[in-house]
């Protein structure tokens, strides 16, 4: 069976892409072994979106090289994870490779990455508002989100109905997951 992946005809290389997560004991999980980027990325960002309170602190994709005798793969994703600087979470995923980040809880989805319309500046934004901010570089965007972070933190922290930040940003998921009930039925 392994025969079928050896290569192709035509003598091109065959390559595999490997996604794997460490947990904060340094334990790597691998996540399987895929023929293509987009299959091995979608089941590193579902393990990661669904298992965000876990205590996972690194993840990465990696492209192999089938039936080489290369000990080097090649980094697609590397990512840490960080304290988010909007929901306070441990749940921001910095990608070094690509220079992007996203928050993975649910009700939150902090966002950065490089901008499609000017090249080297870098967007930034909080879905839930709309809220959405650009600099010249990672940390820039990074100060732009901690400031909007704590002007959210300190609105609350004065609002009279004294809500946590992580109250109103699971509000804001079980709003959405009721919307998306309501779009289904």
Same mark, same amino acid.
């Given at each position: 069976?392994?025969?079928?992946?050896? %290569?192709?005809?035509?003598?091109?290389?065959?390559?595999?892409?490997?996604?794997?997560?460490?947990?904060?004991?340094?334990?790597?999980? %691998?996540?399987?072994?895929?023929?293509?980027?987009?299959?091995?990325?979608? *089941?590193?960002?579902?393990? =990661?979106?669904?298992?965000?309170?876990?205590?996972?602190?690194?993840?990465?994709?990696?492209?192999?090289?089938?039936?080489?005798?290369?000990?080097?793969?090649?980094?697609? *994703?590397?990512?840490?994870?960080?304290?988010?600087?909007?929901?306070? $979470?441990?749940?921001?995923?910095?990608?070094?490779?690509?220079?992007?980040?996203?928050?993975?809880?649910?009700?939150?989805?902090?966002?950065?990455?490089?901008?499609?319309?000017?090249? $080297?500046?870098?967007?930034?934004?909080?879905?839930?508002?709309?809220?959405?901010?650009?600099?010249?570089?990672?940390?820039?965007?990074?100060?732009?989100?901690?400031?909007? %972070?704590?002007?959210?933190?300190?609105?609350?922290? $004065?609002?009279?109905? =004294?809500?946590?930040?992580?109250?109103?940003?699971?509000?804001? $998921?079980?709003?959405? *997951?009721? *919307?998306?009930?309501?779009?289904?039925?």
């Amino acid at each position: 069976m392994l025969d079928t992946y050896a %290569g192709d005809s035509m003598g091109n290389d065959i390559f595999v892409f490997v996604p794997s997560i460490v947990n904060i004991d340094g334990i790597v999980e %691998g996540l399987g072994i895929y023929s293509n980027e987009k299959s091995a990325l979608e *089941k590193l960002r579902k393990k =990661i979106s669904d298992n965000w309170s876990d205590g996972y602190k690194e993840a990465q994709l990696v492209m192999w090289t089938l039936d080489s005798d290369s000990t080097d793969a090649t980094p697609l *994703k590397h990512m840490y994870a960080k304290t988010c600087p909007i929901c306070d $979470e441990r749940t921001f995923w910095i990608d070094v490779v690509e220079m992007n980040a996203l928050c993975y809880l649910p009700a939150c989805q902090a966002w950065i990455e490089s901008s499609d319309i000017e090249e $080297e500046r870098i967007d930034c934004g909080w879905p839930p508002i709309g809220f959405t901010s650009h600099s010249d570089s990672i940390e820039g965007a990074l100060r732009e989100l901690r400031k909007y %972070g704590a002007r959210i933190r300190t609105s609350m922290i $004065e609002d009279s109905d =004294i809500f946590t930040h992580r109250t109103l940003l699971e509000e804001y $998921e079980l709003s959405k *997951k009721e *919307k998306n009930k309501d779009n289904i039925t």
